[in-house]
T-cell receptor, first 114, second 115 residues
Framework: AQTVTQSQPEMSVQEAETVTLSCTYDTSESNYYLFWYKQPPSRQMILVIRQEAYKQQNATENRFSVNFQKAAKSFSLKISDSQLGDTAMYFCAFILYGSYQLTFGKGTKLSVIP | NAGVMQNPRHLVRRRGQEARLRCSPMKGHSHVYWYRQLPEEGLKFMVYLQKENIIDESGMPKERFSAEFPKEGPSILRIQQVVRGDSAAYFC?????????????FGQGTRLTVV
């Protein structure tokens, strides 16, 4: 079975600064996808960024980027120029290629401080 | 193109009552997934449905829980004889055929409170 671990229950960052959220996972498979989801107080689950395991290049989406280390099974999220609207729970998730069951970590609560 | 619509947003039930949660997928999406989020936890997979078919219900509790996705109308997650431990946020996601979760979108969830 696959597992996803987020070791930082809570983090805070000053507005306009950079913060990195950690995620590690465990699988014996080689083809999979990794995701970061944002859950603001509205509770909506919003896809932030997605990484295909076969791609060596790290995914980026505007201020959001990942550091994907396949051998280390690590998938961290970097948020640059943090904004107040980034305050939310952030969940790391994993899915095997061809599967349909997402496995989520327990989340990291990020607070952006003005 | 409206997103995934879940209703109600909040649902309060007394112990022993039935809870019905509805999910209307995005237009063109024929695959629906239900997840449950307990307090301080990530989402946990419950069931995967296609139109009129349950594909995988391995995450569903064996008793009291059922799900359907009829040919017409929304997907329904039904919880019979609710207990306090059923209090959670229930999320639905939908995806187009053959794309799976790589192209799935989540609804805003239904928060069920059992009193």
């Amino acid at each position: 079975a696959q597992t996803v671990t987020q070791s930082q229950p809570e983090m805070s960052v000053q507005e306009a600064e950079t913060v990195t959220l950690s995620c590690t996972y465990d699988t014996s498979e080689s083809n999979y996808y990794l995701f970061w989801y944002k859950q603001p107080p509205s509770r909506q689950m919003i896809l932030v960024i997605r990484q295909e395991a076969y791609k060596q290049q790290n995914a980026t989406e505007n201020r959001f980027s990942v550091n994907f280390q396949k051998a280390a099974k690590s998938f961290s999220l970097k948020i640059s120029d943090s904004q107040l609207g980034d305050t939310a729970m952030y969940f790391c998730a994993f899915i095997l290629y061809g599967s349909y069951q997402l496995t989520f970590g327990k989340g990291t609560k990020l607070s952006v401080i003005p | 193109n409206a997103g995934v619509m879940q209703n109600p947003r909040h649902l309060v039930r007394r112990r022993g009552q039935e809870a019905r949660l509805r999910c209307s997928p995005m237009k063109g999406h024929s695959h629906v997934y239900w997840y449950r989020q307990l307090p301080e936890e990530g989402l946990k997979f419950m069931v995967y449905l296609q139109k009129e078919n349950i594909i995988d219900e391995s995450g569903m509790p064996k008793e009291r829980f059922s799900a359907e996705f009829p040919k017409e109308g929304p997907s329904i997650l039904r919880i019979q004889q609710v207990v306090r431990g059923d209090s959670a946020a229930y999320f639905c996601a939908s995806s187009p055929p053959r794309q799976g979760h790589t192209e799935a979108f989540f609804g805003q969830g239904t928060r069920l409170t059992v009193v």
